[in-house]
């Protein structure tokens, strides 16, 4: 089974910087674009951040651009959000989710091409 745990949230300052780390089993990890969602209370599913199963290619929701940076690493199957300059409205739950298609060149920024997604990770951002 595809299982993905996320792990690294936690309480920030504004302006403070946070890494948050996905552990993914079950499939073949490198040949699968995967992403960052989040959810903030009250708040509908926002698509954070995609990476290429290859790793050559990334994409920003508009709201993190410049601040927050995806990668991963496909020799421990782990994926990453480097998350700077952190604000209060990044508070939300952040979930790894892994696209549909297997094809480590794929590209989507499509919230329902990623049906698996982890437990998620809480990070606060407050004073």
């Known amino acids: 089974q595809v299982q993905l745990v996320e792990s690294g949230g936690g309480l920030a300052q504004p302006g403070g910087s946070l890494t948050l780390s996905c552990a993914a089993s079950?499939?073949?990890?490198?040949?699968?674009?995967m992403s960052w969602y989040r959810q903030a209370p009250g708040k509908e599913r926002e698509l954070v951040a995609v990476?290429?199963?290859?790793?050559?290619?990334?994409n920003y929701a508009d709201s993190v651009v410049g601040r927050f940076t995806i990668s991963r690493d496909n020799a421990k199957n782990a994926l990453y959000l480097r998350m700077n300059s952190l604000k209060p409205e990044d508070t939300a739950t952040y979930y790894c989710?892994?696209?549909?298609?297997?094809?480590?060149?794929?590209?989507?920024?499509?919230?329902?091409?990623?049906?698996?997604w982890g437990q998620g990770t809480q990070v606060t951002v407050s004073s």
């Open positions: 079950g499939f073949a990890f490198s040949n699968y674009l």
């Open positions: 989710a892994k696209n549909r298609r297997f094809d480590k060149y794929y590209y989507s920024f499509r919230l329902d091409e990623y049906p698996d």
């Open positions: 990476i290429t199963g290859a790793g050559g290619a990334t």
